[in-house]
Nanobody, 120 residues
Framework: VQLQASGGGLVQPGGSLTLPCKVT????????MGWYRQAPEKQRELVAA???????NYVESVKGRFTIARDNAKNTVTLQMNSLKPEDTAVYYC???????????????WGQGTQVTVSS
């Protein structure tokens, strides 16, 4: 399975970014999917997940600001990030996930992720 996250960059506080993740080697329609992030010197955390039936869950710190969406036809998962804060700075990855309870899972590989930096 290959996971290609993109769309990161440098943005000012309050700004927005959209991160698409193209998945190849498996059908995301058969999996719950999620977006993870890892800030410097911190553990990777699951911040948003979408189930096979469209169920959605977010970590408290991004609720109301981030939106996860899946496009099974394009085998793509997208994270729309609004009202960005400096504490959102991290490398963002997509991978498998369980929306119920925001439980991490993986396809066994992570991909390179995409860097998001929120700074003035």
């Amino acid at each position: 399975v290959q996971l290609q996250a993109s769309g990161g960059g440098l943005v000012q506080p309050g700004g927005s970014l959209t991160l698409p993740c193209k998945v190849t080697g498996t059908r995301i329609a058969l999996n719950g999917m999620g977006w993870y992030r890892q800030a410097p010197e911190k553990q990777r955390e699951l911040v948003a997940a979408v189930g096979m039936e469209g169920e959605i869950n977010y970590v408290e710190s991004v609720k109301g600001r981030f939106t996860i969406a899946r496009d099974n036809a394009k085998n793509t998962v997208t994270l729309q990030m609004n009202s960005l804060k400096p504490e959102d700075t991290a490398v963002y990855y997509c991978n498998a996930a369980d929306w119920c309870g925001l439980r991490p899972r993986t396809f066994g590989s992570w991909g390179q992720g995409t860097q998001v930096t929120v700074s003035s």
